[in-house]
């Protein structure tokens, strides 16, 4: 899951790109608004953390212009602004959620979580896969009886990539869109390495391979 972090305060921007790293997004950091309008341009984002404060160009201009243009990426507006009228022109301007500074990161977490969620599967409460649920806490794999199944974390984001996108075929190039960072090296064909690991620890139909075209993940109803 691929995530733009718009912060111009360096210090809290790094521990935040740290934490979301931890928390199994791919983070990409714009420290100023031109920047990262261009970025939520041309980059596909699953989710954008917001400041509003920013040098060159404010915020709420950079969300204007993402969905003027047509970009619906959910984004979560994070700002030291907590009057209830700037919260919203927060909404107005096209955002999903909004969180006040100082935050807890465990609410920021949750929320994001949520966010991405409701975007693809409405409603879900949680990511199933088999006799499994995907634990986003942990980054694993647990059954009813306790049965813990740990992902790396590049298993885990592209597993809960599938699983946001069932029954879709989804292509080597675009699975590596959104499971590396923008100055990741991507190589496609490590994708076909942790789809073959995915297997080992799901069973090997759950993945299927489209010859040519790219991988499906089949929900079972
Ligand atoms: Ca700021």
Do not use: C
Request: hydrophobic share 40%; net charge negative; no cysteine.
């Amino acid at each position: 899951m691929r995530l733009l972090l718009v912060e111009d305060d360096a210090t809290l921007a790094g521990q935040l790109r740290d934490t979301l790293r931890e928390a199994g997004f791919a983070v990409d950091v714009a420290e100023n608004g031109v920047d990262a309008e261009h970025l939520g341009m041309e980059e596909d984002y699953d989710l954008v953390v917001l400041d509003l404060g920013l040098p060159d160009k404010p915020g709420l201009d950079v969300l204007r212009a993402w969905r003027a243009a047509g970009r619906h990426m959910p984004v979560l507006i994070l700002t030291a602004r907590d009057a209830w009228y700037e919260k919203v022109d927060g909404f107005k301007a096209g955002a999903d959620d909004y969180l006040t500074k100082p935050f807890h990161v465990q609410e920021l977490l949750a929320r994001l979580q949520a966010l991405a969620r409701r975007q693809k599967v409405p409603a879900a409460p949680e990511l199933r896969v088999g006799k499994y649920r995907l634990d986003e806490d942990r980054q694993a794999l647990v059954a009813e009886d306790g049965e813990t199944v740990p992902l790396t974390r590049t298993e885990f984001r592209l597993l809960r990539y599938l699983l946001l996108h069932p029954g879709q075929v989804l292509s080597k190039t675009r699975l590596t869109e959104h499971v590396y960072e923008y100055d990741a090296d991507k190589d496609s064909n490590v994708i076909e390495v942790y789809v073959n690991r995915l297997r080992q620890k799901l069973g090997k139909d759950v993945i299927k391979t489209r010859r040519g075209q790219g991988y499906v993940y089949q929900a079972d109803e």
